[in-house]
């Protein structure tokens, strides 16, 4: 086993825990970026090009019938054979969390419809289910098995937000285990049905799971309820006859303590499990192989790869399966860095370099690499795994459509959990939703001083009246540090004061002349 460092060159702050890797025709396509897609790939979707120990990444699109797909962080996927006849292959994505921290319960399939050495072009369909679906979930995992010359998906743990008429406002963003149900998914009829197994008491999440024709084995993991990472082992047999499909699980000896750990396959019966935790405080520095037989699987030790001390000494690491018996490791940068977020990256290979130039493995994996959620459970799972499932293959990548995160603005800067003024007291550790229409997340406005910020609501003292109308009104905000700076710059306007005309009169009023008693007298007695 040999370790070989990558530099990561100008966006390795998009490479966070996560995000997963796909693998088509030999090349590796990154997925699930950290925030939301920009201008220049919109798609979120990157070719990931690993030559000359650089990491490096160029935008690829989505055909015109594609559907929408949300950069999706802790998804669950794994490929999905076509036909017999053709060597291509798909990939299911299924679950995980979006930007804004809410959770997906959709399920697409991507497939690969073009590639040049200019532009490499997907298509993605979001799959319409009915029956049993899964809940909104991430952490789990999702595997395909074969019976009887049929095929069918098997989703199985995970974590989810406490249901609404069970929130609190202290545990109002907590998250619980998912049952432990399997779900059995056939994309054929687009049906799913959950099956309940006595075998299977607590739920699990960031576990491992390979698959073989129609077993799958599910290893490790860690539960929420109980805080644990019990050495459990457990064995899915599917059968596909003509009627209604069979579940069965047995519980076997032999397990491991870990969570979030990588496997990778060196061979057609042979994996290797690297990384993760074994417990709160404590990465695993052991590596295993697993060997698969017919209803048989052997965990045995391997030597380990001479790990750096930068390795050995952080608390924390990541990485994923790269294919052909590679794997991607990631540790936190310095603190000194410029850049906080960004990362050091290992390239584990597993077998010899012989071995690394034998042809593609044809058997197919079913393993999902695991990662586990910052913030979730212990304060050392804070830097859970990306999620792979590619080879770190060379390829050709055009240096002038290589993706430059330079030329993007800053996440940092506009995201939900930054300190908008100085009297902020806004903390995501901390926070409970103060509005109505807050769920996870709170709200903001902008503040339209200068080139504009955003503020939160809460912190400027708004009432969610006042909020609701600057949000549908067509007026600009100026949070309390801009307000009377702005009204300051104004320069009075100069008051123009109207001449008042005075009113005509509708009819000119003559003055009517007094009548002296005399007068009077000599009138009477003329017309007498």
């Not at 077998?351 to 197919?364: F, M, N, R």
């Not at 430059?404 to 995201?415: A, H, V």
Request: charged fraction near 20%; include cysteine; hydrophobic fraction near 35%.
């Amino acid at each position: 086993m040999s370790l070989q460092v990558v530099s990561a060159v100008s966006n390795s702050s998009l490479l966070q825990p996560g995000f997963s890797l796909l693998n088509f025709d030999g090349h590796v396509f990154f997925f699930g970026q950290k925030g939301w897609p920009k201008r220049s790939c919109p798609t979120g979707v990157f070719l990931l090009d690993t030559k000359q120990n650089e990491l490096k990444m160029k935008p690829a699109f989505f055909s015109k019938d594609s559907c929408y797909l949300p950069p999706l962080r802790y998804p669950a996927l794994c490929t999905l054979g076509g036909n017999a006849e053709s060597d291509e292959y798909q990939y299911i994505i299924h679950g995980g969390k979006t930007p804004n921290n809410d959770l997906s319960d959709k399920i697409y399939i991507m497939s690969l419809v073009s590639k040049n050495s200019k532009k490499i072009t997907f298509q993605c369909v979001e799959k319409d289910l009915a029956g049993d679906v899964p809940e909104a979930r991430y952490g789990h995992t999702i595997n395909v098995v074969h019976s009887r010359g049929k095929s069918m998906s098997v989703i199985f743990g995970g974590r989810a937000y406490t249901p609404l008429a069970q929130r609190t406002t202290e545990k109002w963003n907590s998250v619980i285990d998912c049952l432990p149900s399997v779900f059995l998914v056939d994309f054929e009829f687009g049906c799913c049905t959950s099956y309940i197994l006595p075998e299977l008491q607590d739920g699990l999440s960031f576990h491992v799971s390979v698959a073989r024709n129609d077993t799958i084995y599910i290893l490790g993991g860690h539960s929420l309820q109980n805080n644990t990472r019990s050495p459990s082992l457990y064995r899915l047999k599917v059968d596909l006859p003509l009627g209604s499909p069979a579940v069965t699980c047995t519980i076997l000896p032999g397990g491991i303590s870990v969570s979030s750990a990588i496997v990778t396959q060196t061979s057609d019966t042979e994996f290797v499990l690297v990384g993760g935790y074994q417990s709160d405080n404590q990465k695993r520095l052991v590596c295993n192989t697993i060997v698969l037989e017919d209803n048989k699987i052997e965990i045995v030790e391997r030597a380990s790869p001479d790990w750096t001390p930068d390795i050995k000494h952080c608390r924390r690491w990541f990485g994923g399966d790269m294919g052909k018996g590679s794997v991607l490791l990631g540790i936190p940068g310095a603190n000194k860095q410029l850049i906080s977020d960004a990362n050091y990256f290992y390239v584990l290979r597993c077998k010899g370099a012989e071995e690394d130039k034998e042809e593609e493995l044809t058997a197919q994996t079913g393993s999902q690499t695991s990662t586990e959620d910052p913030g979730d459970s212990t304060p050392f799972e804070d830097s859970e795994e990306f999620c792979f499932n590619a080879e770190a293959n060379s390829f050709d990548v055009d240096d002038t459509d290589t993706y430059n995160e330079d030329d993007e603005e800053d996440e940092s800067e506009t995201g939900y959990w930054i300190t908008c003024s100085a009297s902020c007291n806004i903390d995501i550790n901390t926070w409970v939703p103060f509005y109505s229409t807050e769920l996870n997340k709170p709200a903001m406005i902008l503040c339209s001083s200068g080139a504009g910020h955003w503020v939160h609501a809460q912190c400027m003292d708004l009432s969610e009246s006042m909020l609701l109308h600057l949000s549908e009104a067509n007026v600009k905000y100026f949070c309390n540090e801009h307000v009377d700076l702005n009204k300051g710059l104004q320069t009075p306007k100069k008051v123009v004061h109207l001449k008042k005309q005075p009113m005509k009169p509708l009819r000119k009023k003559t003055t009517m002349k007094l009548t002296t008693p005399a007068k009077k007298s000599f009138l009477r007695r003329l017309f007498e």
